[in-house]
């Protein structure tokens, strides 16, 4: 009996009413009176709680001289509840989609009248740096340029095994700075294959300064280490703004220009070679 009141109780039924149901369940009617005794329910509230009921659709009155109550089938009953909660659910996103309309002037009247931020965004969870990039890489139609070095934020052989590493689009042309230091491990390597099977213009140089991704000349992802947790963690920052990313390509083409490309660099080195 418990386990059945304490789940009445989860759909939405309170103490009282989930003990007068679960027992009208038992028997064809009951008298008030008797649900009373049955339930636990105070004489002074189970009209109260059997007029609830009736108007949420669980119960009915049956007619005569003495007041008698029957329940409604469960199924007939929880599919009342159920089309009931559909439309106060439509009638409350109606409400907070009127109401978002109403507030967004309101917001954007006092963004407009002062400096913000809103175009940097912070952030410093993995999980949440690896959706950003993946969105951002979706939503790129004509370039992405990367200078990058370790540590990495994903596993090399875990981007070989899923070749994640796709143009969304053949408009968009990859651009890849990588860090001499990093091809000594062949684990690397063959990551860096993965970029040169999509296109990718790779090139190899020394003592990169810092990781950044530009996307399509607007959006900026600047790695800054994190000193006070661990080598191993970084801060991204993601910034929105033409003029910054404009200012930060100067930075990759420096370092692009006198660059070594791959195939050149590789095969002067011995690496092994993949095209």
Request: aromatic residues 12%; positive net charge; contains cysteine.
């Amino acid at each position: 009996m418990k386990d059945h009141i304490s789940e009445l109780k989860k759909a939405g039924l309170t103490e009282y009413e989930a003990r007068v149901y679960y027992n009208l369940l038992q028997k064809h009617d009951y008298s008030a009176k008797e649900l009373s005794d049955q339930s636990g329910v105070p004489r002074t509230r189970i009209y109260e709680i059997l007029n609830t009921l009736i108007q949420r659709g669980f119960c009915t009155e049956l007619p005569g001289k003495v007041k008698r109550f029957k329940a409604i089938n469960p199924k007939f009953a929880f599919k009342n509840l159920t089309e009931k909660l559909d439309n106060q659910l439509e009638k409350k996103l109606d409400h907070i989609n009127a109401l978002s309309e109403a507030l967004t002037p309101i917001y954007q009247e006092e963004k407009d009248n002062q400096f913000s931020f809103d175009f940097v965004e912070v952030i410093r969870e993995k999980a949440r740096v690896e959706e950003r990039l993946e969105e951002l890489e979706k939503q790129a139609k004509f370039e992405i340029i990367l200078m990058i070095k370790s540590p990495y934020l994903v596993n090399y052989k875990q981007i070989k095994a899923l070749g994640s590493l796709k143009a969304k689009s053949q408009d968009v042309s990859y651009k890849f700075l990588c860090d001499e230091k990093d091809l000594n491990n062949y684990d690397y390597v063959e990551y860096i294959q993965i970029w040169k099977k999509i296109g990718a213009d790779i090139r190899v140089a020394s003592d990169i300064p810092i990781k950044l991704i530009i996307y399509d000349k607007k959006t900026s992802v600047i790695y800054l280490p994190d000193k006070v947790r661990n080598s191993n963690s970084f801060t991204s920052l993601i910034i929105e703004d033409r003029d910054f990313a404009k200012f930060i390509r100067k930075t990759f083409d420096h370092y692009f220009k006198k660059a070594v490309p791959l195939k050149k660099f590789i095969q002067k080195k011995g690496v092994i070679y993949v095209e």
